[in-house]
């Protein structure tokens, strides 16, 4: 499923080869650092979301975030649920949850160029913290914190 997800074209755009990303996702069912999820609506799968965190891998890019900080990652994976309010929607229920148990900040890291899910993201609360170059390619870093989500 995931892989049928990884070839449509409104997520290869964004991920590297979908062999490649598959093993990987399948190394993440056993990591300690990464925790592999599947997003579902209504009973059924629409998205693939990943939760990490960056200070238990060795040079991480975001390492020099707060102690505590995850990072997310989302796809969803079927195109006809793409640009209506689910990714928001998935990201502010999935940081709510974070912040319930202790979670101080959480980042996620869009391709400058991928307008909708940074435009997602921001109406999710997140704001664009840095502008980077890392392993992970150019990227907008943006963060939410939990102080931040309390208040508003």
Do not use: C
């Not at 755009?13 to 069912?29: F, G, K, L, N, V």
């Not at 975001?62 to 195109?79: K, M, V």
């Not at 006809?80 to 309010?85: A, K, M, R, T």
């Not at 990201?91 to 909708?116: A, H, K, M, S, W």
Request: without cysteine; hydrophobic residues 40%; charged residues 25%.
């Amino acid at each position: 499923m995931i892989a049928g997800w990884l070839a449509e074209p409104h997520v290869a755009e964004w991920w590297d080869d979908p062999e490649t990303e598959i093993a990987e996702i399948a190394d993440h069912i056993d990591s300690i650092s990464v925790e592999p999820l599947i997003v579902e609506l209504d009973g059924q799968p629409i998205a693939y979301m990943q939760s990490y965190d960056p200070h238990m891998e060795d040079d991480h890019p975001y390492a020099d975030q707060p102690f505590g900080t995850l990072g997310i990652d989302l796809s969803i994976g079927r195109p006809e649920l793409v640009g209506i309010g689910h990714g928001s929607a998935i990201v502010r229920q999935f940081v709510e949850d974070l912040f319930r148990e202790g979670v101080p900040r959480v980042v996620i890291d869009p391709d400058p160029t991928n307008i909708r899910a940074i435009r997602a993201y921001e109406k999710a609360g997140f704001r664009a913290i840095d502008r980077r170059q890392s392993i992970y390619g150019d990227v907008v870093l943006m963060a939410i914190d939990a102080e931040d989500a309390q208040e508003g």
